[in-house]
């Protein structure tokens, strides 16, 4: 029933930006925390970002502050991934998460999120 779709992920040069989009249905969505996750090749499943359905409080891996934005528009289930001075590193499956009515912030462990979309390839070329 819940289904939780990314999209938006493309190769870029380095320093270049790209906006993921992140669209779940199926459950309220204004009161479901959502967390942005990556995964490379050979490589654990890593927090990037996340954002509280109470007060709309935002967290970030630190790797990524100050370059991602993340953001929310519960008119249309969507969260954005704002992804500004891109490197090589960046590259990898990024995984929109869903949990519904956590307590308090954004989980960092992927096992916390209930529902995940499918992933979207960024790749960084230098």
């Known amino acids: 029933q819940v289904q939780v779709e990314e999209s938006g992920g493309r190769s870029v040069q380095l320093g270049g930006s790209l906006r993921l989009d992140c669209v779940a249905s199926?459950?309220?969505?204004?009161?479901?925390?959502v967390g942005w996750f990556r995964q490379a090749p050979g490589q654990e499943r890593e927090f990037v970002a996340g954002?509280?359905?109470?007060?709309?409080?935002?967290y970030y891996a630190e790797s990524v502050k100050a370059r991602f934005t993340i953001s929310r528009d519960n008119a249309k289930n969507t969260v954005y991934l704002q992804m500004n001075s891109l490197k090589p590193e960046d590259t990898a499956v990024y995984y929109c998460?869903?949990?519904?009515?956590?307590?308090?912030?954004?989980?960092?462990?992927?096992?916390?999120?209930?529902?995940w979309g499918q992933g979207t390839l960024v790749t960084v070329s230098s």
């Open positions: 199926g459950l309220t969505f204004s009161s479901s925390t």
């Open positions: 954002i509280s359905w109470r007060l709309n409080i935002t």
């Open positions: 998460a869903v949990v519904p009515r956590m307590a308090w912030g954004a989980p960092r462990r992927p096992g916390d999120y209930d529902h």
